[in-house]
């Protein structure tokens, strides 16, 4: 960035957040830090993220011991999978399709035309609730019949899991910013309670009764991959080649997915567009 020479760069900030969160730098490195976040939108809303994830678990009353345990871990996983961090990211998340990992903060678009790689997004749900995260279905009535059915034929019954807490259905029959508002608050909920991972499965209703047009749809897409970044979740979108036209595919599968999982390999995704320019 630009700016005087006691401004930090943005891998140094990162270093520096907690400690310039909680008052603990000395004062020139206090003035660097304060000089880069004026000028830096990106560091801001990472700070921000920082202190709501934080200070949410602050809220729960645990005690001491426990707090102090996940914010280390959350400040390690802001750290190693930040926004600023330019380097790969580390994939441990088994996805449970096609034997690929992800990483925390993915967004994947995953094409799909045969109906043996639709029951697969089951997979992808069932893979998280055997390691006792918690999962997010957001689809058109069909899917999210098909997708049930799968985890009740590989063991999970719907009432059990919704009743430990560990599977949610947002409604896609709303405006876009209100999708995005439910996904946030069900990953700071589970970050919260201390949970691993969210895994969140869209098979969004382009053209369904009740659901936006697909201008809001896309909207949704390229909202998704800021909002879950720096947080431990890894989010799935199905996208149906047989049924989709070519403009629905290309913007909201192609344009919208920084990675893709098509034939069992999971791929950056060079025709992928960040999310200020997307919507133009």
């Given at each position: 960035?630009?700016?005087?020479?006691?401004?930090?760069?943005?891998?140094?900030?990162?270093?520096?957040?907690?400690?310039?969160?909680?008052?603990?730098?000395?004062?020139?490195?206090?003035?660097?830090?304060?000089?880069?976040?004026?000028?830096?939108?990106?560091?801001?809303?990472?700070?921000?993220?920082?202190?709501?994830v934080i200070d949410s678990l602050r809220e729960l009353g645990r005690?001491?011991?426990?707090?102090?345990?996940?914010?280390?871990?959350?400040?390690?996983?802001?750290?190693?999978?930040?926004?600023?961090?330019?380097?790969?990211?580390?994939?441990?998340?088994?996805?449970?399709?096609?034997?690929?990992?992800?990483?925390?903060?993915?967004?994947?678009?995953?094409?799909?035309?045969?109906?043996?790689?639709?029951?697969?997004?089951?997979?992808?749900?069932?893979?998280?609730?055997?390691?006792?995260?918690?999962?997010?279905?957001?689809?058109?009535?069909?899917?999210?019949?098909?997708?049930?059915?799968?985890?009740?034929?590989?063991?999970?019954?719907?009432?059990?899991?919704?009743?430990?807490?560990?599977?949610?259905?947002?409604?896609?029959?709303?405006?876009?910013?209100?999708?995005?508002?439910?996904?946030?608050?069900?990953i700071r909920t589970a970050v919260g309670d201390g949970v691993p991972?969210?895994?969140?499965?869209?098979?969004?209703?382009?053209?369904?009764?009740?659901?936006?047009a697909d201008q809001d749809i896309l909207s949704l897409e390229a909202?998704?991959?800021?909002?879950?970044?720096?947080?431990?979740?890894?989010?799935?979108?199905?996208?149906?080649?047989?049924?989709?036209?070519?403009?629905?595919?290309?913007?909201?599968?192609?344009?919208?997915?920084?990675?893709?999982?098509?034939?069992?390999?999971?791929?950056?995704?060079?025709?992928?567009?960040?999310?200020?320019?997307?919507?133009?």
């Amino acid at each position: 960035m630009r700016g005087s020479l006691t401004s930090v760069r943005c891998r140094e900030f990162v270093e520096l957040a907690t400690a310039y969160r909680e008052g603990a730098l000395a004062s020139a490195e206090r003035a660097g830090c304060d000089e880069h976040v004026r000028a830096c939108a990106g560091c801001r809303a990472y700070l921000a993220q920082m202190e709501l994830v934080i200070d949410s678990l602050r809220e729960l009353g645990r005690t001491e011991a426990v707090d102090r345990v996940e914010k280390a871990r959350l400040v390690g996983l802001f750290r190693t999978h930040g926004f600023h961090n330019g380097g790969l990211r580390e994939r441990t998340v088994p996805l449970g399709i096609a034997n690929a990992f992800a990483a925390p903060g993915d967004h994947i678009g995953y094409f799909w035309e045969h109906e043996r790689q639709l029951d697969a997004t089951a997979d992808f749900l069932a893979a998280g609730l055997e390691r006792d995260e918690v999962c997010v279905l957001l689809g058109h009535d069909a899917a999210n019949a098909r997708v049930l059915a799968g985890l009740e034929h590989r063991g999970f019954q719907s009432d059990d899991i919704r009743r430990r807490d560990r599977f949610h259905t947002v409604s896609g029959r709303q405006p876009a910013a209100a999708m995005l508002r439910d996904i946030d608050a069900r990953i700071r909920t589970a970050v919260g309670d201390g949970v691993p991972m969210v895994r969140i499965l869209g098979h969004l209703g382009w053209g369904h009764p009740g659901w936006p047009a697909d201008q809001d749809i896309l909207s949704l897409e390229a909202g998704v991959t800021e909002a879950v970044r720096n947080f431990p979740s890894v989010v799935l979108c199905a996208y149906d080649v047989r049924a989709l036209s070519g403009r629905q595919l290309l913007l909201g599968g192609l344009e919208s997915h920084p990675l893709t999982l098509r034939h069992s390999a999971l791929r950056r995704n060079e025709h992928y567009v960040a999310a200020e320019t997307f919507p133009a």
